[in-house]
């Protein structure tokens, strides 16, 4: 016959080793987390203020996104620089980054609400370069219609000594996109001009 100390003993083991299973079970019960939606990624991104005018790139004066959530990233390729998103009203979401390179060249990703990305757009013509024959420079803008206008200038040089050059020609292209009713941007012109 067991006696009163014992059973308190034995009562006492018995909460213990109930208690110690309680911790175990919630051990190796997994962390279940929510998953946050594209639009809520989206929501802590900031509008850029038009007129916004890129010039050769993205350049150090951009407003990076120093605290992006990196949950944002899936939707973007590695390794990018974010600056913000367009302040547009429909269904759609527009976001500015940039690749890093000999510049930081300037994307707009379009994307539906569900992060499906559906284009992206390279925001210059070509690139700024330089060499012994030819030095070219491009800048963007996007208007406050939302329309994005392009402008590259080539100029075509050749050196007649190391330090002198001559200028044979200077070359502009434009290209202008419009953002249709679609949500889509559409060129809807593009032309280049030989001034000299």
């Known amino acids: 016959m067991i006696n009163k100390i014992e059973l308190v003993f034995v009562i006492l083991f018995l909460c ?3 208690c110690n299973n309680k911790n175990i079970k919630k051990e190796i019960t997994p962390n279940v987390t929510s998953k946050v939606s594209f ?3 989206i929501d802590n991104l900031p509008s850029l203020e038009l007129p916004y005018t890129m010039y050769c790139g993205l350049n150090e004066s951009f407003p990076w996104i ?3 959530d990196k949950r944002l990233v899936e939707y973007l390729p590695e390794n990018v620089i974010v600056a913000g998103k367009l302040p547009v009203n429909n269904d759609f979401v527009y976001i500015i980054y940039g690749e890093i390179g000999d510049i930081i060249y300037p ?3 379009i994307y539906n609400q569900n992060g499906e990305k559906l284009d992206s757009i390279y925001l210059h013509i070509s690139w700024c370069a330089a060499d012994e024959w030819e030095r070219t420079s491009t800048t963007t803008t996007i208007n406050k219609d939302f329309s994005i206008s392009m402008t590259d200038t080539s100029e075509y040089i ?4 190391a330090e002198t050059y001559i200028t044979d020609s200077i070359v502009v292209k434009r290209k202008v996109m419009q953002l249709m009713n679609s949500g889509l941007y559409q060129n809807v012109s593009f032309d280049s001009l ?3």
Request: hydrophobic share 40%; no cysteine; net charge negative.
């Open 194 to 196: 030989k001034i000299q």
């Open 66 to 68: 120093d605290d992006l």
């Open 39 to 41: 639009m809520d990624l």
């Open 158 to 161: 050749h050196y007649l000594d």
């Open 107 to 109: 994307y707009l990703n």
């Open 16 to 18: 213990v080793i109930g």
